[in-house]
RNA sequence: GGCUGGAUGGCAGAGUGGUCAUGCAGCGGACUGCAACUCCGUUAACGCCGGUUCGAUUCCGACUCCAGCCUCCA
């Protein structure tokens, strides 16, 4: 039985979807006008997971995820560039693209950008209008009218009364109360813009997410999630939105992931303290970093630096290297084996991937074990064991790869030598045949100063290359 | 200041009222020409102070420290 930590209620509860067997999931997703940074990653990869395990429990999932593709950073960015806004998005979602395809992050099944929804963004602000809940100010903003919504502040455990002692009040407000915040904000007429029944302008940020996942999955759906940063007041203003609008309730199941740190502190843009998915492609593979992400609970904030990475290297490592070997594709799927159990219940258990994890490694283990065992079956059963391994592995988006090539793959830019590596391996197995372990070991010693680590085995030598960013 | 969440062995990171997390590293052994890989065994932890309990790292309370949100942010 799975059980999700629902933020509305900090506690984990029983997920039980709308529709029996459905799984309708909206996800904040990214504000296009930079390289995505570890941090976006992280949110990426926690709910890809999250996504891929409902599907894997039977769960039939409609996937939502948008893309903010007008909003002030952007315009001033592309502004500052001296470009059209939509070619500084659109660069930017297909460098994201990229990125997400890079670390095995499938994509969402509507991936919805708010230029194309500004209807549906109007129509519920007129909405918003006709009931009450907002109002236009006299340069044409429209303002949503927090203390109209008796539930505002909920979600994020917000009291309105101290919102409002603390809340800025600027000179010359056009809001009627410091609390409200804009649905539409107006527009000169050189300035990107649409027309509206209130001039024109341009969407806020937060209304986007309620016209597109109402629009997409409903009133009502399951899950909601972003990062915990969005928890207020992005989501707060969604919710009293959402709900004011439409008059049902909206997502049943808020789930917020953890930030990446750096040095303790949040990796963000404004902080500056991020390194783009790019960047640590260029010093590890792709899995790794995937690795490093799904190694920690993702509501656990998760520390960011060049040792966690070649831990996680390690780690991964040593779940390859128990595949090497083993014909994968024509063994048996083991099915409701113990690992597997293990597996579900973590999983189960709020989407517990270190947990789940450790069910991998027990189960490399076996494999590890049969095979050597001697067994007249030893093979097949190993085989099978590693074909479970990799579906499992597959689950969390790891492990899909050869495994001979991840263990002898470098970063980006290595600038590893196949070649060279084999040639002097083979020099090294004629040495070793000629007992001359003298060169034998000169050789390996070459090799260890390129961060090749040779395994001699019954059958001869293989290699694998020994991460080590941090020294880089 | 308000609201969240956290403090676990050398590092990373789960979890549990009394018995194994897991990975890396360490130690002993098997294997190996020596190693590596692998296997077997093994050391080692629960911020601080009280309380509940036969027994608490796990529950409750205080304290200290850390982080996130309260302003754009995944």
Known sequence: MLTIYNTLTRKKEKFQPIDAGKVRMYVCGLTTYDYAHIGHARMLVAFDVIQRYLRYSGLDVEYVRNITDIDDKILKRASENGEYFADLTERFIAATHEDEASLFIQRPDQEPRATAHIADIVAMIERLVEQDYAYRAENGDVYFSVKQFKNYGHLSNKNVEELLAGARIDIGELKRDPRDFALWKSASDEDVGWDSPWGYGRPGWHIECSAMSTCCLGDTFDIHGGGSDLMFPH??????????????????????????????????????????IRDVLKKYPAEVIRYLLVSSHYRSPINYSDQGLDQAAAALGRLYTALRDHDVTSAKDLANSRFEKAFQAAMDDDFNTPEAMSALFDLARECNRVAKSGEADAEQRAAQLARLLVRLGGVLGLLQGDAETFLQSGSADAGIDADAIDALVAQRRQARADKNWALADEIRDKLTAMDVVVEDGADGSRWRIERHGSDK
């Open 235 to 276: 989501h707060e203003n969604e919710i009293a939105q959402s709900e004011a609008a439409t008059g049902q309730s909206f997502a049943r199941y808020w789930m917020h992931n953890g930030p990446v740190r750096v040095d303790n502190e949040k990796m963000s843009k404004s902080l500056g303290n991020f390194f783009t």
